[in-house]
């Protein structure tokens, strides 16, 4: 059988970034729902299939608010639903692995996120544009990991 390694990071220092960035909300084992190690193409496909709907349940949870406010003008309206831990990012490559832009091709992406509802998050275009492909900062995981908390 040929099947690939999909259930956990295949870089160690990824699983540390992570597990560190989530420290204060019980490190990786605490937020795994977060991330699904499946090619991006099928979890594009699921995204696509319930996109309207991964819309519609946490607004009518948490109102129409941002909940990235992570760009300075900010309206605080929801109009859109991103992803917390983004769908392909190459940060981890350039931060951690020094890979480079090479003969006009960007550093090669990972992909992270998952299709679970704790890794969706209401967003105003600005927010959504600003953060876009980023792993999100500390500053944006407490602020929506905290107004999560006090829901519930
Ligand atoms: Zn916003």
Do not use: W
């Amino acid at each position: 059988m040929h099947t690939k390694m999909t259930d956990s990071f295949s870089n160690k220092e990824d699983k540390d970034y992570f597990d560190s960035l989530f420290q204060d909300f019980g490190g990786l084992s605490e937020n795994i729902d977060l991330f699904d190690f499946r090619e991006s193409q099928i979890k594009r496909k699921e995204f696509n299939k319930i996109r309207s709907k991964i819309f519609q349940d946490p607004k009518s949870k948490f109102g129409s608010v941002c909940q990235l406010k992570c760009h300075q003008d900010c309206p605080n309206s929801a109009d859109e639903v991103d992803h917390l831990i983004p769908l392909s990012s190459n940060v981890l490559n350039k931060q951690l692995r020094g890979f480079r832009a090479n003969n006009g091709k960007k550093a090669p992406t990972q992909s992270f996120d998952s299709n679970h509802p704790t890794n969706f998050v209401l967003s105003c275009t600005r927010c959504n544009a600003f953060k876009k492909n980023k792993i999100p900062t500390i500053d944006i995981i407490k602020y929506v990991l905290d107004s999560r908390h006090d829901d519930t």
